[in-house]
């Protein structure tokens, strides 16, 4: 297949374009702005709002399939961009769908996230589960859903959607926990910064997975997804957050020689608990985590040590 990545200059991005070369597939891969993939790629730079500018780069290369990464990715800096949020998020999925409708056989992968549900009860979130968002980034992914899914009844349109739960690995930036856990220690080993590390809120559970098994999911869900079907991709386990931290420390030699101080409590909206079941995905494409999440978290520690 040629397979077109939008947001592929991001943190997910480059695993993913690995993931879809391995696989021997033709990858065109699309960013706002330049960068350097990691492996070799044809490239595209343009904005998502900029419907124009979607569709010549979508009639230039005629991909088989589309997977739509291209977000403003934060919930927490959603509530101070909420109108840019909205428009990256909303508009550059109709603009994607949009310029596919003269070729409605195109399969595209909406990844939406673990925030369309917005809450959780300690149960796994199955995907019939109610969507209660708790912020702006999560209100936009779930109208992206909806948008592909009025595209999917009208047009006919191979749209699949894909819930992923929270993932970490090599790359991931310091405004996520476990890329700013690791920020932090690898400065630490560098004495740059004295022992003392300033995190958020450590008692919230979480759903974690590798970003290299996020990507064999996506990688499924392009060849052989089910249209019309959302997906969510989880370990379908709860960890704290302040024992993963524990972990990286561990791994550091530092557990005692490190003061943490958390914020006493989380940031509004945010649930104390969200955990996904992946059932549907595991029993129709046979995808399953295939890295624990040790090594996970070491990996990501170690790709900020060696940024020097």
């Known amino acids: ?83 840019e949020t909205f428009a990256v998020n909303i508009m550059g999925a109709s603009h994607l769908l949009q310029a596919l409708v003269d070729r409605p056989e195109t399969r595209v992968l909406l990844v939406g996230s673990a925030q369309q549900y917005g809450h959780g009860t300690g149960s796994p979130l199955v995907e019939t589960d109610p969507l209660q968002p708790r912020s702006p980034y999560g209100v936009s992914k779930v109208a992206q859903e909806l948008v592909g ?17 929270n993932h970490t690995g090599p790359g991931q930036s310091p405004d996520y926990a476990i890329g700013a856990f690791s920020s932090q220690i690898a400065e630490i080993e560098r004495g740059l910064r004295p022992p003392r590390m300033k995190v958020g809120w450590l008692g919230s559970r979480r759903d974690y997975l590798d970003v290299r098994d996020v990507t064999a999911a996506y990688l499924l869900l392009i060849e052989s997804g089910d249209p019309g079907e959302v997906y969510n991709i989880a370990s379908g386990s709860a960890e704290r957050v302040g024992d993963l931290l524990d972990i990286l420390l561990e791994a550091a030699g530092l557990k005692d020689a490190v003061e943490v101080v958390a914020d006493p409590e989380p940031r509004p909206g945010d649930p104390e608990v969200l955990v996904g079941d992946s059932s549907k995905l595991r029993e129709a494409l046979g995808w399953k985590p295939e890295i624990p999440l040790s090594t996970s978290l070491v990996d990501t520690l170690d790709w900020y040590r060696a940024r020097g």
């Open 1 to 83: 297949m040629r397979i077109f990545v939008t947001g592929a200059g991001g943190f997910v991005g480059g695993h993913l374009l690995t993931t879809l070369q391995r696989a021997g597939h033709e990858v065109v891969a699309a960013s706002h702005s330049p960068w350097q993939p990691p492996v070799p790629v044809a490239t595209e730079v343009f904005d998502v709002c900029d419907a124009a500018s979607f569709r010549d780069v979508l009639d230039a290369h005629r991909p088989d399939g589309v997977i739509h990464l291209a977000a403003m990715a934060s919930p927490q800096r959603s509530w101070e961009a909420t109108d």
């Open 149 to 165: 899914a009025l595209y999917r009844r009208h047009f006919g349109m191979p749209v699949i959607g894909a819930r992923p739960f």
